[in-house]
């Protein structure tokens, strides 16, 4: 029997029953003329077909684990995420973690992790699945690095899983090779012309080309800082992280004054190192100016922040330092280094443990890696990498002495 379509016009009829009642489709039947009632009306089932184009396909993939064949209910990702991040903030309260490290586990947690297994059951995931979750990544662009960050935390997720008896046990991850790339140092040539341009854009001010796009500086700081050419040379004469400028307060530095001049650096804990580190002797002088400077404008004290201290936000205090440098390696075309290592004001660090490397004589690792709050092995790896053979030209052409 094929269907038949019937249109019905209904005009100026008033219903004897009101039509609120919530049996709705029941009084509708009963209000029906007799020969209607007494045929059999079959309502066939309503049927929903996905339209899984609609769908990225990567979520078309694992779209076949909603087909739930295991037994019991079906284990989602965002019951899981929510487990592991209240372990994890109550790891901070332990400090275990830092409050960073559980920003970046939330943000790849609840971005790119939740995105991808948001239609998967949990105990589906297999090496197959997370393959197809690291091409994923890799379509975005991501580094990998970046990607190694995200299977570190789909692995919590996974131990989660066998903790609770949901799985028996962790599925064969594919091995990854990771490529380090370090941040582009400065050789001293640069380092100079660095310094050198950081004063000239002194009376100069920055033009913004753009005018429909909202320039996120402030006024104040379009006009190269007085304190970013002591800031460079403080960096590269410390050690220092950019995340340790930005909580540097006057309270953290000591001066000391003896056999050895320079500073006692106790800079609040990051990266879980806390303990104190040392400058070098010439970093004593730029740190008097910088405090004579800030002193005659009011700052100075000890809860005074060391660097742009009229600036309280201090993310913004950064973000304006970093734009600042950028800045100056655009102008002198130093942005990419040699081998195209992007240069941020990072590079600053690389570049004082590479000088140290350099010219610290024999230095052991393990001091300059206590001293610059790291390990040797980071040391190693991201550090002494990038020397060159002429960098080190003096210990080459050394002559042993009888």
Do not use: C
């Not at 008033?14 to 009632?37: C, E, I």
């Amino acid at each position: 029997m094929h269907p038949h379509t019937v249109n019905y016009s209904i005009k100026h009829i008033q219903a004897a029953v009101p039509v609120n009642t919530p049996n709705l489709a029941a009084d509708v039947f009963n209000w029906m003329p007799g020969p209607f009632k007494s045929a059999k009306v079959h309502i066939p089932a309503a049927e929903f077909n996905l339209n899984k184009s609609l769908f990225k396909d990567h979520v078309a993939v694992n779209n076949s684990n909603i087909d739930n064949t295991l037994p019991g209910e079906f284990v989602g990702i965002q019951e899981v995420i929510s487990i592991i991040l209240a372990q994890e903030k109550h790891k901070v309260s332990r400090n275990e973690v830092t409050e960073g490290t559980y920003r970046m586990t939330k943000v790849r947690l609840e971005t790119n992790i939740a995105e991808f297994f948001a239609f998967t059951d949990l105990r589906r995931i297999n090496t197959a699945s997370i393959q197809q979750f690291i091409d994923f990544l890799s379509d975005k662009e991501l580094s990998t690095p970046t990607i190694v960050g995200y299977i570190a935390q789909l692995r919590k997720v996974l131990r989660h899983l066998v903790e609770k008896d949901i799985i028996q046990q962790m599925p064969l991850f594919p091995k990854m090779k990771v490529t380090q790339k370090p941040r582009g140092a400065f050789t001293v040539t640069e380092y100079a012309a660095v310094l050198r341009q950081a004063k000239l854009l002194r009376n100069h001010v920055f033009v913004w080309n753009k005018p429909d796009t909202r320039f996120h500086i402030k006024p104040l700081y379009r006009s190269m800082p007085l304190e970013m050419n002591w800031l460079i040379r403080f960096m590269v004469y410390t050690f220092l992280r950019p995340g340790d400028i930005r909580q540097l307060k006057n309270k953290h530095i000591e001066i000391i004054s003896g056999k050895f001049n320079y500073l006692r650096l106790t800079p609040p804990e990051i990266k879980r190192h806390k303990a104190p580190t040392v400058s070098l002797p010439q970093a004593v002088n730029i740190y008097k100016t910088v405090l004579k400077h800030h002193t005659a404008q009011g700052f100075g004290g000890p809860e005074d922040y060391v660097f742009f201290p009229e600036e309280k936000n201090r993310l913004r205090a950064l973000n304006t330092i970093g734009w600042l440098f950028n800045w100056i390696m655009n102008s002198l075309g130093l942005k990419a280094g040699p081998h195209g290592a992007d240069r941020s004001f990072y590079s600053l660090r690389h570049t004082a443990i590479t000088f140290r490397l350099i010219f610290g004589g024999n230095i052991d690792l393990l001091t300059l890696a206590r001293n610059a709050r790291t390990s040797v092995e980071m040391i190693e790896k991201f550090y002494a990498s990038t020397l060159s053979a002429e960098m080190n030209i003096q210990l080459l052409h050394s002559k042993r002495r009888s």
